[in-house]
């Protein structure tokens, strides 16, 4: 330290918070159909079903049982949580 203390400055008051202007009540937003519904839904469970079957026995042939496995998770994780995203 130099040996020139300063002495801190008080606080500066923070404004009064403000009222949210009034504006028109929201719509209620109309709930689409669900992206993969009736026949869709059960192609893309085939799809799934196939890419298990034949990838990962490829990819484990081709790049060893680890990284089959890891991709295997990374992918189903990666399409599940996006077929059940809201």
Do not use: Y
């Amino acid at each position: 330290m130099s040996g020139s203390a300063r002495a801190r400055q008080p606080p500066k008051p923070r404004p009064a918070p403000r009222a949210a202007p009034k504006s028109a009540p929201r719509q209620p937003a109309r709930a689409a159909p669900p992206a993969l519904s009736g026949w869709r839904r059960w192609r893309w469970v085939a799809v799934l079903v196939l890419a298990a079957v034949l990838g990962l026995p490829l990819a484990h042939a081709m790049f060893g049982e680890v990284v089959a496995l890891l991709g295997g998770t990374f992918l189903l994780g990666l399409l599940v949580g996006r077929w059940t995203a809201r």
